[in-house]
């Protein structure tokens, strides 16, 4: 019997709940799912135990000025596919990595510190890949919708609607890329929760205090305040099949810029849309889509994707292993070690802003010389 044989129904609606809201308390989750909280526990730990889901807080790199996003594409030589993917995964500013069938062979999604700094993060990234015979760079500029804000569609609407309160979602799309206001400027202690919340997105508040060097008090004021202005999301990190769905892929749309938005937000509202972004470059729509059944997949390209305005061109890319998502390595990545390279950041680049509520003395490493979060009994997943 495969792992995937082991998951109950109730499993899925429990991974359910927690896609919707990533620290949505076990008592409020039982009720939505109709079981015990102590059953609704002991399965979602067994779910941990097999590496089937996972809670991480995730934060807005556009709006907490830490980056941008770039999709990139990359043909490789025959047979060497699975081996750029590996290699991908393990680099740190690769958030989110994946083999491909169809017209392109892997994709990954890169966070540069600017759009200036592509061309140098592509050249690190292949120097070790000569099996790499043609990298295509898409710029985010804005996101449609994206993974935290996906509804599996397999809970009643009350229950979706109760568990979405206090998110953070705010009506907003996560990394929309909409900057008419300033950054929101993370300091050394919001850094050091996000991290350890980077690791295991349920931890208590107190042992998060803990591990951040810090008060439960802070702690719990700074997520709120984190989650208010859309800079942290919790995000739950499951494999499609966990939730019933067969077939994940990427889809890229040439639109006519006239049509974009509107196309956009048509594609975004589809309940197969997991992330929906406009690009620069060749594709200026790039989607992470998720269907239930292979058979699905003729559909939703003629009806779907045929029914939407100004589409010149698309193409589809069907997703064989994903090795990397939120920069936490998948139970199919290669690595020894699954805890995310830089936490929910991407590699640190400059010194971030001094911590204004600490008490007058109190001596901290800037950013870029924070330690890895050393991990404690009982607390790493």
């Not at 859309?230 to 049509?259: H, I, K, N, Q, S």
Request: one cysteine or more; hydrophobic letters at 40%.
């Amino acid at each position: 019997m495969g792992v995937m044989d082991r998951v109950t129904p109730l499993d899925r609606a429990i991974v359910a709940a927690l896609q919707l809201n990533g620290r949505a308390p076990w008592n409020e989750i039982a009720r939505h799912v109709g079981a015990e909280p102590r059953t609704v526990m002991r399965r979602a730990a067994r779910l941990e135990e097999l590496g089937l889901v996972r809670v991480v807080g995730f934060v807005d790199v556009l709006r907490c000025g830490l980056g941008v996003p770039v999709q990139v594409r990359y043909r490789c030589r025959p047979g060497t596919a699975s081996h750029v993917a590996d290699t991908l995964a393990a680099h740190p500013q690769m958030r989110f990595v994946a083999s491909l069938a169809g017209s392109t062979d892997c994709v990954a999604e890169m966070v540069v510190p600017r759009y200036q700094d592509v061309g140098r993060v592509l050249e690190s990234a292949l120097g070790s890949l000569p099996e790499v015979s043609e990298a295509e760079s898409l710029p985010v500029l804005h996101t449609f919708t994206s993974a935290p804000d996906w509804d599996p569609g397999l809970l009643e609407e009350p229950a979706v609607e109760a568990l979405r309160v206090g998110t953070g979602a705010g009506g907003q799309p996560f990394e929309s890329g909409l900057r008419e206001e300033a950054s929101e400027a993370l300091d050394e202690i919001d850094v050091r929760i996000v991290r350890v919340l980077g690791e295991s997105g349920r931890m208590p508040f107190k042992d998060v205090a803990e591990r951040a060097d810090c008060s439960e008090r802070t702690v719990g004021r700074r997520v709120e305040r984190l989650l208010n202005t859309g800079c942290l999301r919790f995000r739950t990190l499951a494999e499609p099949e966990v939730l019933d769905y067969e077939v994940e892929f990427m889809l890229w749309l040439a639109v006519d810029p006239a049509e974009l938005d509107r196309t956009g937000r048509a594609l975004a509202a589809h309940p197969s849309t997991k992330y929906l972004a406009a690009t620069a470059g060749r594709y200026n729509l790039v989607g992470q889509m998720v269907l239930r059944r292979y058979g699905e997949l003729y559909p939703y390209s003629t009806e779907v994707v045929g029914g939407l305005p100004g589409v010149r061109a698309a193409d589809l890319t069907l997703q064989l292993r994903t090795l990397k998502r939120a920069w936490t390595p998948t139970r199919y990545a290669p690595l020894d070690d699954p805890r995310p390279l830089h936490g929910p950041l991407p590699p640190p680049t400059t010194n971030l802003p001094p911590a204004t509520d600490l008490p007058a003395g109190t001596d901290l490493p800037p950013a870029t010389d924070l330690p890895p979060i050393p991990a404690s009994g009982g607390q790493r997943p």
